[in-house]
T-cell receptor
Framework: EDKVVQSPLSLVVHEGDTVTLNCSYE??????LLWYKQEKKAPTFLFML????IEKKSGRLSSILDKKELFSILNITATQTGDSAIYLC?????????????FGKGTLLTVNP | EPEVTQTPSHQVTQMGQEVILRCVPI?????FYWYRQILGQKVEFLVS??????SEKSEIFDDQFSVERPDGSNFTLKIRSTKLEDSAMYFC??????WGQGRGYTFGSGTRLTVV
């Protein structure tokens, strides 16, 4: 059975701190790993990673994938209260002619002023 | 930025009733999905849909569930004879290709289904 494990499950920090969120996976037919931010409802896309060792950056957020060790990290520097959300890691796996996402439980990040 | 639209945002139904959850995917997307998230649990894949037929479905997606694209824009999930354990947030998603190219899969805001 495909498995995606995120850690920590929750994290409380102060504004300005740097955080690292972890995602490890054990799946068959890996294609990519995606990070989403879930605030009120809809998961919103952050990154898609397909190759090892290539860091993707968007402002204060960055992410990298290690396909040998089967994990990814999401870094957020200089955190702000608006970063408070659930961060979801999902692995895209192939099911024959189709792909689907297998999600982790998410990391609840709370950034206090 | 294009959005996936879901209606209603919240639906309360009595056990045993049928519900239809509606989604309008992004207009140039060809692949459509339903996921659900039971409170406090992971987001789980239900079904994928392409070219007016189901591409893949999970074990959760049994005969109680069906999907349809009735008019070329809407994509619906029907749940017959709802059970208490069907209470969850149901997310619709779409993608341009059968893999999540570029920006991956776009999710709607979800429908919170409460079965009482």
């Amino acid at each position: 059975e495909d498995k995606v494990v995120q850690s920590p499950l929750s994290l409380v920090v102060h504004e300005g701190d740097t955080v690292t969120l972890n995602c490890s996976y054990e799946v068959t037919n890996f294609r990519s790993l995606l990070w989403y931010k879930q605030e009120k409802k809809a998961p919103t896309f952050l990154f898609m990673l397909t190759s090892s060792g290539i860091e993707k950056k968007s402002g204060r957020l960055s992410s990298i994938l290690d396909k040998k060790e089967l994990f990814s990290i999401l870094n957020i520097t200089a955190t702000q209260t608006g970063d408070s959300a659930i961060y979801l890691c999902a692995v895209e796996v192939s099911g024959g002619s189709n792909y689907k996402l297998t999600f982790g439980k998410g990391t609840l990040l709370t950034v206090n002023p | 930025e294009p959005e996936v639209t879901q209606t209603p945002s919240h639906q309360v139904t009595q056990m045993g009733q049928e519900v239809i959850l509606r989604c309008v995917p992004i207009s140039n997307h060809l692949y459509f999905y339903w996921y659900r998230q039971i409170l406090g649990q992971k987001v789980e894949f239900l079904v994928s849909f392409y070219n007016n037929e189901i591409s893949e479905k999970s074990e959760i997606f049994d005969d109680q569930f069906s999907v349809e694209r009735p008019d070329g824009s809407n994509f619906t999930l029907k749940i017959r004879s709802t059970k208490l354990e069907d209470s969850a947030m149901y997310f619709c998603a779409s993608s341009r290709t059968f893999w999540g190219q570029g920006r991956g899969y776009t999710f709607g805001s979800g429908t919170r289904l409460t079965v009482v």
